[in-house]
């Protein structure tokens, strides 16, 4: 449900077939726009609806799985929860997970982009897409990329409505890759004091493991909690895990237990390990894995007055994490960090209820954040915005109550938003396709442009002289 309170659109059609579909869009243009619906999920997290909405549900579009080629072909109004009720049976599974227990659509989780906690090890959800069929803002129909994976015919198109938010083309139909489910999931749990010290323990784990899914950073307290999700071959698994577990009590200067290799993991199954002073590692599996990532999950889909995301290189996450907890001090707030991928959602809770410890709720019985304080809300989001560019990094608004920011942009000027809009007037130049349109960034100040293209033009010029190459970028 949309947290400014409305649960759906004012109007929803729902075509019956790609014809009818082709006729209302048609149809729509010199109105207010369109935009794809789903579940609904991601309009909830950004605490708005759209005026009129597409109901795909009704399309006759029927899945095709290929078990030995590891690809199924499934229509865009299905839930994740129905693809992973597909798979199983077949001892098979499509591992983005979107963080709302499957609820999300096919089409809704490609239209966001949400890769989900595994995209450390897995990569973003485009990596995983195929091939789309489509219909364009002007009816006509498309089908890019393909049902194989090893596809070579055309342009890869369908990377570019990956993330579209609903702005280019309404999707009908998505082939994903999919693989086999792991034998094996292992969970480590670790605190840490500071952000700079959980940097320091994890930056050279990336490197050696493999099996590696998932690291999340949690806000607990004044400190850091760090889960770490391994899966895989249930070998390579216990073994990376185990030395993983070595790794960062050696850097914290914590004992190590004797002996290696597996048998730490092996000792796991008997029950939790051995948690060392207030930086220790705890391993957790099966079910007590499953609790622990659902509730990092309800974290960050808990009520919110706002959601941010920020976003700097890895290196500088300790430093932009520091930059959170200065701008929100004496305010509730919760945060959950993608550990190598400088990524923090940020989430100022409604009715001043918060995660991450006893300082939060601390920070909770104060009373602050709340939503009637809007312009309190607004310098704060311009302050870490300001913070996060800095660091080379950004701050996007990722859903508000209403009256909370609504004359603060969603995101700030970037050098790429004129890419932005130029794909917006190529696929839709009549303005058909609504979809999160507050998301598209603005243009930055045509002197901030250049300089931008000036200094990607260098990069690429010292890419060719290495031999590389920027193919595939539009």
């Known amino acids: 449900m949309p947290e400014g309170g409305t649960t759906a659109p004012q109007a929803i059609l729902q075509p019956a077939g790609l014809d009818e579909l082709a006729r209302l869009l048609r149809e729509a243009r010199g109105g207010p726009g369109l935009a794809p ?12 609806v759209p005026g009129a909405a597409l109901d795909l549900r009704a399309l006759p579009v029927e899945p095709r799985l290929s078990a030995a080629n590891l690809t199924v072909t499934v229509p865009a109004c ?26 999300a659509t096919v089409g809704g989780h490609l239209a966001a982009a949400t890769s989900g906690i595994r995209r450390t090890g897995l990569g973003p959800a485009r990596d995983w897409v195929l091939g789309m069929r489509a219909v364009l803002a002007d009816g006509r129909e498309v089908r890019i990329g393909g049902e194989m994976i090893k596809n070579v015919a055309g342009y890869n198109l369908h990377r570019v409505l990956v993330g579209s938010l609903g702005m280019l083309a309404v999707l009908v139909e998505a082939t994903l890759r999919i693989a086999p489910r792991p034998e094996r999931h292992v969970t480590l749990r670790a605190r840490f004091e500071t952000p700079a010290a959980a940097w320091g323990a994890l930056s050279p784990l990336r490197r050696r493991a493999s099996t590696l899914v998932a690291a999340e950073w949690l806000r607990a307290g004044d400190g850091v909690e760090v889960l770490l999700a391994f899966e895989g071959p249930a070998r390579a698994v216990d073994h990376q895990a185990a030395e993983a577990a070595r790794e ?6 914590l004992a190590v237990p004797a002996g290696g290799g597996d048998g730490g993991a092996a000792a796991a199954r008997g029950g939790d390990m051995a948690v060392y002073g207030g930086e220790g590692v705890t391993v957790v599996e099966g079910d007590a894995a499953a609790v622990l990532w659902d509730a990092r999950r309800e974290r960050l889909l808990s009520p919110a007055a706002l959601r941010l995301r920020a976003g700097v290189r890895p290196s500088d996450l300790p430093r932009l994490w520091a930059a959170v907890a200065e701008v929100f001090a004496g305010r509730p707030w919760d945060g959950i960090a993608r550990g190598y991928g400088g990524v923090v959602e940020i989430v100022v809770p409604a009715g001043g209820d918060a995660a991450g410890g006893d300082s939060a709720r601390g920070e909770a019985s104060r009373g602050a954040g709340q939503p009637g304080e809007a312009a309190g809300c607004a310098a704060l989001v311009l302050d870490l915005r300001r913070r996060a560019e800095a660091l080379g990094g950004y701050l996007q608004v990722r859903g508000a109550l209403p009256g909370t920011v609504e004359d603060l942009p969603w995101t700030s000027a970037s050098p790429d938003g004129h890419l932005h809009r130029r794909l917006k007037a190529v696929f839709d130049p009549a303005g058909v396709l609504a979809g999160a349109h507050f998301l598209l960034p603005e243009p930055a100040e045509p002197a901030a442009a250049a300089a931008a293209a000036a200094g990607a033009a260098t990069a690429r010029g010292i890419a060719g002289e290495k031999g590389g190459s920027a193919g595939g970028n539009l």
Do not use: F, K
């Open 248 to 253: 960062i009590r050696s850097a914290a200067g």
């Open 37 to 48: 619906w789903g579940a609904g999920s991601q309009w909830a997290r950004w605490g708005r």
């Open 78 to 103: 299905w839930r994740l929860e129905e693809l992973d009720a597909l798979l199983a049976p077949h001892g098979l599974w499509y591992p983005i997970d979107t963080g709302d227990g499957g609820a």
